[in-house]
Each structure stands twice: as C-alpha cells, then as structure tokens.
C-alpha cells in the first residue's frame, strides 16, 4: 500500500477515534471529558499491560472515553544520566500489545520526524513533545501519517504559539489536532499555570487537554545521588490542578500514573498513586457535571 493511501486509512481511523472522543463527551453520554493516561515511560511489558488493563477497567466503570499513553523514550531529560526508556522498536511492540490486550488506543511521543511514519503503524496518537511543539517539519511529518496529533503546549509558549502550531497541523490536510496546557515556566525550577491560557487555546477551534502531572513539575530541581539533575514536583497539588481544569471545563484531562510512584524511574515527584485514580477522576467528573465553564460567556461593556 502506498504512503498516501496508508495516510488515507489512518485518517479514517482518526475520524473515528475523534468523534469516540470528542462525540461521547456530552451530557447524555455522563463524560463531560476524555482521559489520556498512563505511565510516564516504557519500564517492561509486565507492569505496561497491569496499568493499562487498570486504567481501561476504571475508565469502563465512570464512562469515559480513554487513550492510553507512555513513551518509548524520554529524550529531552535534563542530564544523560537519566533513564530514558526502553527504545522505540521494543516500546512500539509493547503498545501494540496493549491495544491488542485491552482495546484501548495508544498515544507516545515522536521526538525525530522519521520516528513517525514507524511509530503510525501502531500507535493511534502521535505527541509532540513540549519542548518541540515549535518544530514545524515535526509537527508536519506528524500531521502527514494521517494520525491525531496531541501537541504539548510549550513552557516557553503563548496560547498564540500554540494557534500557530494547530494551523502548522492543517496545513497538511490533518485537521486532527489536539493542545495540551502544561503550565508556563515562572522562574528557574517552577512552573504556573493561568487558567486563562485554557481558554484562550479554544481559539483553535480543537480540543484542550489539561495534563495536571506535568503542571506540577519544579524543573531540573533535584539532583539524584549518582549526580543526575532531575525534576522535583509537588504531587499532592495534582487534585488541585484537576479541580482548576474540570471547572474551567477542559476537553481532556492528562495524567500519568504509576503503582508505586516513588520508585519511578521518571518524574516520580509529578505520577500519581495508581490505586486512587478512581477517587481522583469521580471528583473531577463531579466538579465538571456542575461546572458551565465550557458556556461561552459574554458580559456586555460598562456603559458610561
């Protein structure tokens, strides 16, 4: 089959996957948002396939439509000395079996544009990382697979920075795109995020995800014992920011799990406890039932 007509099929594929997503999160359907969720990074196919089957199994009971996500590779880590992953052939095969396993789909990072085409025939969502969501060949090589593009809002980046990177997505005829809010660099080792940006990205006419792990990140904050610069984070602020994003009224919501979130081997100070996913998700289903942030709001001028 020819590149194009592989992109062709991918698009259809993507079509579905979008109004599952985007269509079931209604008032009649009970989910006012759809979840991406997952661990951080690819460890081994044991623990990938126990979170996965936990996430679809809570995902199932509240009625939310879900993707699973991990990385293969976490190629922007601060230090060489870090863990990066288990690499992009065995990561890509393990989720395949996932999707195979728990009929959920799979969302990873691309962090080259080659990576692309290869990880397309897997995977259902293709991230640009953060710190590449200015990368236009990568965004494009991306859009062109025919796949749903999940962009991470930069920590350098405006609302306006990321417009541009959704329209760098449909100029290739891929009208499949999705921003995510991580929060906005505040100093060295900090990060905030302004609810404000929430809604200024709807502009773009596409989904808006709230990743409520990574916003709570202190970047290149710690340094572990044999000398690698890693990110601290304030996990017990992680409710906090979800509550800010159900009532705002996020299209997604982002969050990374892990079964023991202390002893992951990246981030660990930003993975939430996999056993209280389902506490967490019911108050921020709760909080967006009630919520009429999703209501466009017009105050008309104080006349004087």
């Not at 870090?82 to 990072?109: Q, Y």
């Not at 590449?132 to 980046?157: M, Y």
């Not at 100029?171 to 900090?190: V, W």
């Amino acid at each position: 089959m020819s590149q194009q007509h592989t992109a062709l099929r991918y698009l259809y594929e993507s079509k579905t996957l979008w109004n599952r997503l985007i269509g079931s999160c209604s008032e009649t359907n009970g989910s006012p948002f759809f979840l991406i969720c997952g661990n951080n990074v690819i460890e081994h196919r044991d623990k990938t396939l126990r979170t996965a089957r936990y996430i679809r199994e809570i995902a199932e009971q509240l009625k939310i439509p879900c993707i699973f996500k991990s990385s293969f590779d976490k190629a922007n880590r601060t230090s060489h000395l870090s863990f990066r992953g288990i690499g992009l052939d065995a990561g890509v095969e393990i989720l395949k079996t996932v999707k195979e396993d728990t009929n959920l789909p799979v969302l990873t990072d691309v962090h080259e544009t080659w990576q692309c085409k290869v990880v397309s025939e897997v995977v259902d969502v293709l991230q640009i990382p953060s710190f590449l969501c200015r990368q236009t060949d990568l965004c494009q090589a991306a859009a062109q697979t025919g796949r749903i593009v999940h962009l991470k809002k930069g920590e350098f980046a405006s609302p306006t920075v990321m417009l541009a990177a959704v329209e760098k997505v449909r100029a290739t005829g891929n009208h499949y795109a999705i921003i995510c809010e991580r929060g906005y660099s505040f100093g060295y080792s900090d990060l905030v995020v302004d609810p404000r940006s929430l809604v200024r990205l709807r502009k773009a006419n596409c989904p808006v995800v709230m990743d409520i792990t990574h916003a709570l990140q202190q970047p290149s904050s710690c340094t572990h014992k044999d000398g690698a610069v890693v990110s601290g984070g304030e996990r017990y602020l992680i409710p906090t920011t979800g509550r800010m994003a159900a009532a705002v009224g996020v299209d997604g919501i982002f969050i990374e799990v892990d079964e023991e979130p202390n002893k992951a081997p990246v981030d660990s100070n930003t993975q939430w406890p996999l056993y209280l996913l389902k506490p967490l998700l019911q108050e921020l289903l709760d909080i967006a039932r009630v919520s009429r942030g999703k209501w466009d709001t017009y105050i008309e001028p104080t006349k004087t």
